[in-house]
């Protein structure tokens, strides 16, 4: 049990963090599109990449180069630039509280959600990584309960995201408000865009 609790705390202190991943799912969450989807696969990639880094952490840690971080780092660049454009774009735009859920594209947000997971490296050197390399001297039933922990903690941390940002919503009825969370959304997302930026000179 005490294996279960550590997983549970360690796994939450890492996904705290504000990041990309994080943002997208609160403005998810505001704009009530496909909260359920989004939370599930964020919640199930953190899952997959956790249980990766618990039992195969040698393996990844061999293979998971500088080169392969470059790689990332450019993808998630190319990325957040595009997603940032976008968001300037519409900055202008009211936003429709009542659009019916059914006019997004399904693809499109899976699509992104794909994107801001698994192109961000920070995802992979938190659960593959730091848990992994955390945890290499357990026993295997020891690592179950601590990859368990830690799923768990993802799936209560993405669905309590997503769903309180969902109950906020309902007092964000105001399109200057909207505006501003706008705002804040690209300039947390320029923030990070610089961030990557610079990490990819100093690899």
């Known amino acids: 049990m005490e294996y279960l609790l550590l997983g549970f705390l360690t796994s939450l202190s890492l996904i705290l963090a504000i990041g990309a991943q994080n943002i997208f799912v609160i403005e998810q969450g505001l704009k009530k599109q496909y909260i359920f989807i989004v ?43 595009h997603f940032i454009y976008s968001k300037i774009k519409s900055r202008n735009n009211t936003m429709d509280f009542n659009q019916s859920i059914k006019e ?66 309902r007092f964000l009825k105001s399109s200057k408000i909207w505006k501003t969370i706008n705002f804040a959304i690209i300039f947390f997302m320029s923030v990070l865009v610089i961030y990557i930026f610079f990490s990819i000179i100093n690899l």
Do not use: R, W
Not at 144 to 159: D, L, N, P, Q, R
């Open 104 to 169: 997004i594209p399904l693809k499109s947000i899976i699509f992104k959600t794909l994107g801001f997971t698994y192109l961000n490296p920070h995802v992979y050197s938190d659960t593959v990584f730091f848990l992994g390399n955390f945890s290499k001297n357990f026993s295997y039933i020891n690592k179950f309960y601590f990859g368990m922990g830690a799923f768990m903690a993802s799936i209560i941390f993405f669905f309590a995201l997503g769903y309180l940002s969902k109950y906020f919503s």
């Open 39 to 81: 939370c599930l696969i964020c919640s199930v990639s953190d899952g997959i990449l956790i249980f990766l880094g618990l039992f195969l952490f040698h393996y990844f840690n061999q293979y998971f180069n500088p080169t392969v971080e470059l790689i990332f780092n450019i993808l998630l660049l190319i990325f957040l630039t």
